[in-house]
């Protein structure tokens, strides 16, 4: 995936193209608005919800977690991925953020001078 300015990257989310921030250091899986969340989740099949706290630089914030059966990331059908649903953005600017723990189960590289992120599923 070609990197744009700071860590956002193109990416197709659920069949739609978005751009999305990576944030290598968040363990949050996919998170994002609700409105972004509607638009992103026709037919996907929610397997588990509930509601958690999380911490944000300024206190503690709470949002919906669910657990999606399958979600399409790129070329990578992930299953039982995390969704974090929050009121608001995750962050100034950002509606969608990705968390490297979606990828738990592949080699994430990312060429910070040449703006390029790879993922391979194909490890060892």
Same mark, same amino acid.
């Given at each position: #995936?070609?990197?744009?300015?700071?860590?956002?990257?193109?990416?197709?989310?659920?069949?739609?193209?978005?751009? =999305?921030?990576? $944030?290598?250091?968040?363990? @949050?899986?996919?998170?994002?608005? /609700?409105?972004?969340?509607?638009?992103?989740? /026709?037919?996907?099949? +929610?397997?588990?919800?509930?509601?958690?706290?999380?911490?944000?630089?300024?206190?503690?914030?709470? @949002? /919906?977690?669910?657990? =999606?059966?399958?979600?399409?990331?790129? $070329? #990578? &059908?992930?299953?039982? @991925?995390?969704?974090? =649903?929050? /009121?608001?953005?995750?962050?100034?600017?950002?509606?969608?953020?990705?968390? +490297?723990?979606?990828?738990?189960?592949? &080699?994430?590289?990312? $060429?910070? @001078?040449?703006?390029?992120?790879?993922?391979?599923?194909? =490890?060892?």
């Amino acid at each position: #995936f070609r990197v744009k300015q700071g860590c956002f990257v193109d990416i197709s989310i659920n069949g739609q193209e978005r751009s =999305v921030f990576f $944030d290598s250091g968040t363990t @949050a899986g996919l998170c994002t608005t /609700e409105k972004t969340w509607q638009g992103l989740s /026709e037919g996907l099949r +929610v397997i588990d919800r509930k509601w958690v706290r999380l911490r944000k630089p300024h206190g503690f914030i709470v @949002a /919906e977690k669910l657990i =999606v059966e399958s979600l399409l990331v790129g $070329d #990578f &059908q992930l299953s039982k @991925a995390n969704v974090i =649903v929050l /009121e608001d953005s995750p962050s100034d600017g950002i509606d969608i953020l990705l968390g +490297v723990d979606l990828f738990q189960q592949m &080699q994430v590289t990312i $060429d910070f @001078a040449n703006n390029f992120l790879w993922i391979r599923n194909d =490890v060892p």
